[in-house]
């Protein structure tokens, strides 16, 4: 995970890697609504069409949230999903801010990882 912030705007990356194909993927970043917080885009490494994306506000977040369509594959690989917003001027704490990743390889195996934002 990785923050790019200037005084008025913010970059939260999430790296993710894996070591096999996945059949299934849906990578969910939460952007606390702190210091007037607005949503000014996302993008992600992999190929655009092999993804549904959506970023609505629910409750206290921003969630931006990629889902792997159907019959498509995730190659094994380092992959970056990142949103982009604008706050209010100065210093933003990215404590409220997580992401969880759901994921399901050609073998069957699911995997679930979590975490947040809050070291920068």
Known sequence: MKVRSTAYWEQNDLALRNAGPLTALTVEVHVALTGSVQQTGSWRTLPSDDFSVTIQQTGHSLVYRWVL?????????????????????????????????DAQGQAGGAVSVWGGFAGR
């Open 69 to 101: 369509k159907a019959g498509r594959t995730v190659s094994p690989g380092q992959h970056v999903f990142a949103v982009q917003f604008n706050h209010a001027t100065g210093t933003r704490s990215a404590a409220g801010d997580n992401y969880r990743v």
